[in-house]
């Protein structure tokens, strides 16, 4: 996509001497490259991350919406202010309460989609050549932002109870002694994208003290917290270390993602400086969207809104954990998500899912390949499968598909012809940095 | 609002050691922080920039906007592409059509409004201590977004027609003798805010020769295009050089600001990079605001709608202009615009704009004082006044009151004393950069 002096037409693009040095880092994801030919019908997407929204209640969120145009529209139509709504800020401060996060309303930072607080958040402390520590995998779009303002991202390894402390020590103590500047910890404690792990509570004390002590900030970003299969939720790093965290919020996951409204909790100084951030980037964010949610949060039994989406999602991720077992050949493994989309797969040695894709994609299944969830070339022996959006029959059919592609892969077929013992497939990849 | 180490409330920002570099440079708009206190109801406001909505079928939108939900709601509430809807891409080109632009919906991208489409542009080009080309005086918002991007801003002479092509050259040649490097000229070139002077035609042809001499990319924001009080429109200057021009547009003055509905328009190779940027700033834009958007433009007469708007904005522009000649002390003048939102005037010597402002909003008017509009410290003896928002009763009430302040000033009262001959109050504020 036009990254070299030859764009993809051909020609040279004529402006290419004029582009700024962050442009560099702006690369097209491998993952959202690949939604165009996944979303084509007779492929079984096991790749993307959209919400299932079959649950939501479309004529009530009409008749909702129609009303407040009619009623309010000079004001839902109109700008209004670049923090946000006061009453949804309010609201906001109350779903975070469900986490333990005691939050106030003057705070919180309206944004479109928590996609916008993660280019702030990386606009305000980002200067080229900072470190982020962010877990390995990690989320592909905030890879992308923290690219964007030059900032390098050191992965650290997590295993089945998320990051691990003495890796996030080492890893800080190393750019300490190679006097790097490690601007913050990007984390997603609950139901991790990609490798569906949630980190266990009596570490989340452990990290965040080990940031203090380094002086690094935590970046919380939380979209799936509500989201646990039992009904359970986890303290949020937040609530443990106010003054330390930044908290990014979503509406996307528990309500409608095509309304784009997300949120950042900050300390209030870094609060100050992101309104600001916010201004300059889209001058507000959409009235209408904030004021339907913050009518949905008011009128509708929006707890049981999530319930309805957890119990979906629960039996998805059952369909695929069962499908896993009964397909995978030997040799792989993978986590087991309690909450959230994602579970996180890693295949045999000799496999290498990038360059499979193609291969799978041709036997009509698409998931995402480890490698775009690393900045380091990592993630080749690794995959993140979404269940989140075809139903539990799909979901069979997509791992079924993708088995046969597995155990045609030269680095496979050998071993099911000869004798030896081979390993047995199974839950719980542990580590998923280590390839 | 904290920007030093003191941050409001007394106390030291704990995380002020860790701000990017660019934060130095985002600072709270004079303008912004003005309207909490310009909105008490018995202020006239004359400072924003807000459409005037009373005109729009409220009862229409809302039915359409239903109807999308309830029909198409698994689409509207979902993700969609970065670079937005296909069919609201074809739309947008037959919009631009008016005015001349033969763009191609492949090369829209779809923002947040268009100051998102400003941040993108930014952030695409602008490297710290890069100069970009504005008029002086300039919009608010863009200085912010190139401030954010660490480029500096050397503004450009305009008169009654707009930007001087000679003072064009003359920066130009000035920044490449001083071995700066200049990414881009931007410029609004019809119903200029804040000046509401309007480029002439006979003058976009030269510019455009000017900046392909220099490699100099140009930006042109036209917000305001179709808002020409005698139906006119101008050719845009996308539509004479498409290769070398971005284009912003906007539906916040022609539909609705709440929405967030902009977009830009860019030569291929950009645009590419620009997808990327939108991707990594907000995932995608709003998908229900693109379907309303879309729906309003494929269903409603929007044409007859925007010249609704016209109609309106041209009487409140012609309340405004009478109502500064029949109250506003000798000495002043301002420009005559023929569309768009507002008037600039020039006050007498000795009156500052930015320190009179508290004494006006004691007397219950509000303007934006001219130094918003300029990165180098002029326009203290500029005012931007907004009709687009007042009833003409209102705008009445504004103006004589403003005048009334004015003629408190101790730089003008002693000329009331005098029996020397004043100068003559009147139309057509040249030069709106020299003080």
Redesign the interface.
């Known amino acids: 996509?036009?990254h070299g002096p030859q764009?993809?037409?051909g020609?040279v693009?004529?402006?290419?001497?004029?582009?700024?040095?962050?442009?560099a880092g702006?690369?097209?994801?491998e993952i959202?490259a690949l939604f165009a030919v996944a979303s084509r019908p007779e492929v079984v997407s096991l790749a993307g991350g959209?919400?299932n929204?079959?649950a939501?209640p479309?004529?009530d969120?009409?008749?909702q919406?129609?009303?407040?145009?009619?009623e309010d529209?000079?004001?839902?139509?109109?700008?209004?202010s670049?923090q946000g709504l006061p009453e949804l800020r309010e609201q906001i401060c109350e779903v975070m309460a469900l986490e333990g996060v005691r939050g106030h309303p003057d705070d919180v930072v309206v944004t479109?989609?928590s996609?916008?607080g993660l280019?702030l958040v990386a606009?305000?402390?980002?200067?080229p050549g900072?470190v982020v520590l962010a877990e390995g995998p990690s989320y592909v779009?905030a890879l992308?932002?923290f690219?964007?303002?030059q900032a390098q991202v050191v992965h650290v390894a997590m295993d089945e109870h998320g990051l691990v402390p003495d890796r996030l020590r080492a890893a800080l103590r190393q750019a300490r002694n190679a006097g790097r500047r490690v601007?913050m910890l990007y984390t997603i404690p609950n139901f991790h994208n990609p490798s569906g792990v949630t980190l266990a509570v009596g570490r989340r004390a452990e990290i965040l003290e080990i940031c203090r002590a380094y002086?690094v900030?935590v970046v919380e970003d939380n979209p799936y917290g509500l989201l646990g299969f039992d009904g359970r939720t986890y303290p949020a790093l937040h609530s443990l270390d106010p003054?330390?965290v930044v908290y990014l919020g979503s509406f996307?996951k528990t309500f409608?993602?095509?309304?784009?409204v997300g949120w950042v909790l900050a300390?209030?100084?870094?609060r100050?400086?992101l309104v600001?951030?916010a201004?300059?980037?889209?001058?507000?964010?959409?009235?209408?969207?904030q004021m339907v949610v913050s009518r949905h949060l008011a009128t509708q039994d929006w707890r049981g809104q999530i319930d309805a989406f957890r119990e979906t999602y629960r039996e998805r991720r059952d369909a695929m954990l069962r499908a896993l077992e009964d397909h995978l050949p030997p040799g792989c493994t993978w986590t087991e998500p309690d909450g959230g989309f994602y579970v996180w797969v890693r295949v045999p040695e000799g496999v290498d899912t990038r360059a499979m894709l193609p291969r799978a994609v041709d036997a009509r299944v698409a998931y995402a390949s480890g490698t775009g969830f690393y900045t380091n070339g990592l993630g080749g022996r690794r995959m993140r499968l979404s269940y989140c959006y075809p139903p539990p029959g799909r979901i069979r059919e997509g791992v079924r598909r993708l088995a046969a592609v597995l155990e045609a892969e030269p680095a496979l077929a050998p071993a099911f012809a000869g004798p030896a013992p081979r390993p047995v497939a199974g839950p719980r990849a542990l580590a998923p940095e280590a390839v």
């Open positions: 996509m036009g764009d993809v037409h020609g693009d004529p402006h290419l001497g004029r582009y700024a040095a962050r442009t702006m690369t097209a994801s959202r959209m919400p929204l079959a939501l479309l004529r969120i009409a008749a919406t129609a009303r407040i145009i009619a529209g000079l004001a839902a139509l109109q700008y209004a670049a479109v989609g996609q916008m280019d606009r305000l402390f980002c200067d900072d779009g992308g932002s690219a964007t303002y601007k002086g900030l003054e330390n996307s409608a993602p095509g309304l784009r300390p209030r100084a870094v100050e400086k600001l951030a201004e300059s980037a889209t001058l507000c964010p959409p009235t209408l969207n």
